[in-house]
């Protein structure tokens, strides 16, 4: 099983990404998948969940009404449409796939860099 994270790079503040997350070897349609990040010095942090209808998000504090979290499940993949970007949100992102509940994440990517110039 494999999560290849893409999209992240160097943005002004401001300005927007979007992650991609592409699960490969099984399918995580009827699963949680979520993104998370860390920042350098720091701990990994919840950033987002999904459900597999994808009526089911939730967000961290810190990114809601500026990060919008959606899936694909036809193409086994999640997205994180980052705007607003701010130099807080500098970090390495990772995505998640959970076989349980939301809050519990078994795979895990390999995480793309997002850097917040002010």
């Known amino acids: 099983v494999q999560l290849q994270a893409s999209g992240g790079g160097l943005v002004q503040a401001g300005g927007s990404l979007r992650l991609s997350c592409a699960a490969s070897g099984r399918t995580f349609s009827r699963n949680f998948m979520g993104w998370f990040r860390q920042a350098p010095g720091a701990e990994r942090e919840f950033v987002a969940t999904?459900?597999?209808?994808?009526?089911?998000?939730r967000y961290a504090d810190s990114v809601k009404s500026r990060f919008t979290i959606s899936r694909d499940n036809a193409k086994n993949t999640v997205y994180l449409q980052m705007n607003s970007l701010k130099p807080e949100d500098t970090a390495v992102y990772y995505c998640a796939a959970s076989t349980g509940s939301m809050w519990t994440y078994d795979y895990w990517g390999q995480g793309t860099l997002v850097t917040v110039s002010s």
């Open positions: 999904i459900g597999w209808t994808g009526g089911t998000a």
